[in-house]
């Protein structure tokens, strides 16, 4: 990794420039809320977001994507559809840069999954640093830093930021497209300045501690069943989580019933469908079982595989959630015995 | 052999067989597969005495629905129940349970002669077994075809369970209830794409409450957010009068 100091009033230019090769994807405001979407113009990037109504998954890994188109007579797969288009997710904070990297894990372990990889493969990705907000809690897990998984990283320095250049093609775009200088020792104090006053910043204090203990040694507590009255199993955690990577295949035909459509759409384990198998069971039919299980697969299980937890806080479902589910309350409710 | 294929009504406005007529781009690749013996709204002959498929929509109000209901169920192989009066009761479920004649009265006066044998509305699945769903008010063309494909292919009925927020999520819509507005959406079953509310309308639980909703959390929400839980059992009334709503 190297660094740059690069002036913040470069950044339109900088955009501007990727435009040129790239769709630039990047946070703009929505209404009262802010969205990860294409940069009609490099003015509308919004830096100063606090969190996006969906995580940056979408972009690797969307609500709903054609995989292949079929015809019925021979069964013959007629297109596969891979989108390629070269693209740069321009301002992802550290939480959505660590959540790919456990997305990775699943989409690019053992048995890449083409339609993540082709996009993963075809995508750089452009990070900026944030203030805490009110329903953060990254420091938990760790994941309010984050040293790989981008191109580049623009912690903020005051009228500069402060540049981690983690790739080739990274360092390629910021002397192309933008005046930089190197680092001072002054630069990377103000960035250590910077950074104590963002850790001194969170207030949704998490104790993790002995987590995994807890996850089984409690796992008849009626704080489950508590859970379970209050949840809507909506789904609304899995759709705003950016780890969450379940999703269902179907067959769609077209009208004329000789050609379709194979859709992947993301799936929830909270919905009741999620679970059911052959013969009308179902293995997880009651509410508390299904958000029991969302608890028990990202503290416990994912955990037990890849030495991370599948929650980098970012606290989408904590806003969501209805219900007022959401990690910090359950965590506690696991430390305490009671759902307060 | 295509099936043979009826539409018919029974009490609703024929807004889900307007819908059916608004399949301009599929209507044809549709008849193509079928054999449209008849459509109360589009054809101009009579019921045939005998067809596969029929297409029911509308809610069952009088003795003669309930009596054309049984044959079509003996007659078809597949009955399909489109849109909200034939699914939940509907609009013509507003009327209840209770005082049907005095309600009548209110609206066409004493002993009114309308509506002979009349009766409390109900939904179709009061009465015969519904093979496939397609719940909505009116029904949304895709999903009708989705289903459509599914009866042609033989595969059973998959009418979405779950409740409506994953869709608005999906949509980044932001919550009604997050600006004090009262939203059925929590407790009604999607599959329509939370259309409405990615409009700026809440949504009015027209595709009837999703069979796991959390109606007595779904009140509490209600509540913290300023909407009185009386407010939502009213609005369920509209779509969703007949069926058991536990306070």
């Known amino acids: ?340 | 052999m295509a099936p043979r294929l009826v539409v018919l009504s029974l009490a609703s406005d024929f807004g889900c067989q307007v819908q059916l007529t608004n399949m301009t781009a599929e209507l044809l690749d549709v008849l193509g597969l079928v054999e449209l013996s008849y459509w109360q709204l589009a054809t101009s002959g009579h019921m045939p005495p005998d067809y596969d498929v029929a297409i029911v929509e509308g809610a069952v109000t009088t003795t003669e629905h309930v009596e054309l209901l049984g044959r079509v169920r003996e007659t078809a192989a597949v009955v399909i129940a489109i849109g909200a009066c034939a699914n939940t009761g509907g609009i013509p479920g507003i009327v209840g349970r209770e005082d049907l004649e005095g309600r009548y009265g209110a609206v066409y006066g004493p002993g009114p002669a309308v509506a002979t044998g009349r009766r409390a509305p109900l939904p179709l699945d009061a009465f015969i077994k519904v093979d496939y769903h397609v719940p909505g008010c009116p029904i949304d063309t895709g999903e009708f075809l989705r289903v459509l494909s599914r009866v042609l292919l033989g595969l059973s009925d998959r009418v979405p369970d779950m409740t409506m927020c994953a869709s608005c999520k999906t949509n980044e819509t932001v919550c009604f209830f997050d600006e004090g507005r009262l939203c059925l959406g929590l407790v009604t079953r999607a599959g329509c794409g939370a259309r409405c509310t990615s409009l700026g309308r809440a949504c009015t639980g027209c595709r009837g409450i999703a069979p796991d909703a959390n109606l007595a959390s779904a009140r509490e929400i209600a509540v913290r957010a300023g909407v009185p839980a009386a407010a939502m059992d009213d609005a369920l009334r509209i779509y969703n009068a007949l069926t058991e709503v536990h306070a």
């Open chain 1, 1 to 340: 990794m190297f660094f740059r100091v690069i002036p913040k009033s470069v950044i339109p230019d900088l955009v501007r420039g990727l435009a040129e090769q790239y769709e630039v994807v990047g946070p703009v405001a929505k209404g009262e809320t802010f969205v990860y979407a294409p940069l009609a113009d490099a003015a509308d990037l919004r830096l100063d977001y606090d969190t996006t109504a969906l995580p940056a998954k979408r972009w690797f890994f969307p609500e709903s994507e054609a995989l292949m188109r079929f015809r019925v007579s021979d069964n013959a797969v007629v297109s596969e559809s891979l989108d390629t288009a070269p693209r740069v997710l321009f301002g992802l904070h550290p939480c959505d840069v660590n959540s790919l990297l456990l997305m990775d894990n699943v989409f690019l372990g053992e048995t890449p999954d083409p339609y993540y990889k082709a996009r993963r493969d075809n995508t750089l990705v452009v990070g900026v640093s944030c203030t805490p907000g009110e329903y953060c809690f990254c420091d938990a897990w760790g994941t309010d830093e984050t040293h790989w998984g981008f191109d580049i990283f623009l912690s903020d320095i005051g009228d500069d930021y402060y540049a981690s250049i983690r790739s080739v093609m990274g360092a390629d775009l910021v002397d192309r497209y933008v005046p930089c200088r190197a680092i001072t020792d002054e630069d990377t104090a103000a960035f250590q300045r910077r950074t104590a006053e963002f850790k001194a910043a969170f207030t949704n204090g998490v104790d993790t501690s002995q987590l995994p203990v807890l996850l089984d040694a409690k796992f008849d507590s009626e704080i489950w069943d508590k859970l379970g009255e209050k949840c809507l199993g909506c789904g609304a955690c899995s759709m705003v989580c950016p780890t969450c990577y379940c999703f269902d295949v179907h067959d769609e035909l077209d009208a004329d019933q000789l050609g379709g459509t194979r859709v992947r759409t993301w799936d929830s384990c909270q919905f009741k469908q999620f679970a059911a198998v052959a013969h009308g069971q179902n293995f997880r039919d009651t509410r508390a079982a299904r958000v029991k299980y969302r608890y028990y697969h990202k503290q416990w299980g994912y955990l037990s595989k890849f030495e991370r937890v599948l929650c980098v806080g970012c606290g989408r479902c904590t806003r969501a959630c209805k219900a007022e589910i959401n990690p910090p309350r359950v965590v506690r409710a696991l430390q305490t015995g009671v759902v307060d």
